[in-house]
């Protein structure tokens, strides 16, 4: 499995830190949703799906996290450390997010609004589908 992460260029200077990431051109599709968890607390584990169609960007935007993948056929844990770092998460693609630190805020970029019929929840229906 090809785990795509993507290192977005900071427009740093004596103030600090600035990313700014625009459709088409940092990110491979258009952006209709962004949400972002924080306050997650010690040992949760989170997702624990796949969607149907759905894409995103996972950036760790402060604090870190690790995130597994799991295409069905190989597993692969991506830390998420860099608020300058990205990682592509494609369809059919099971997902979990874990290992959280307190001060972790997880931004994800996602190419559809929020739709639940979008989801596979169950891990069996997911490796039929696959
Ligand atoms: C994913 C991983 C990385 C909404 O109302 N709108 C939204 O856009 C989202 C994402 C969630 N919600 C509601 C639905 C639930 O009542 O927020 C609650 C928590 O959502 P969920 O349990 O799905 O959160 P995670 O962290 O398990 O998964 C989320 C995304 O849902 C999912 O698409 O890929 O983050």
């Known amino acids: 499995m ?3 992460k993507y290192v977005f ?3 740093g200077d ?3 830190q600035l990313v700014s990431l625009e459709e088409h051109n940092d990110i491979p599709f258009q952006i209709k949703r962004v949400y972002y968890m ?3 607390l010690s040992g949760v ?3 624990g799906h796949a969607h ?3 894409e995103q960007i ?3 935007i402060h604090g870190s996290c690790k995130i597994r993948l799991d295409n069905g056929y190989e597993k692969k844990i991506v830390p998420l450390e860099k608020p300058y770092e990205g990682l592509y998460v494609s369809n059919n693609m099971w997902r979990e997010m874990y290992d959280f630190s307190s001060d972790a805020v997880l931004m994800v970029l996602a190419s559809e609004i929020y739709d639940e019929s979008d989801y596979i929840r169950n891990y069996d229906d997911f490796i039929k589908c696959i």
């Open 2 to 4: 090809q785990v795509v």
């Open 9 to 11: 260029q900071p427009h």
């Open 14 to 16: 004596e103030r600090g």
């Open 38 to 40: 924080y306050d997650t």
């Open 45 to 47: 584990v989170r997702g």
């Open 52 to 54: 149907k169609s759905l």
């Open 58 to 60: 996972l950036i760790c």
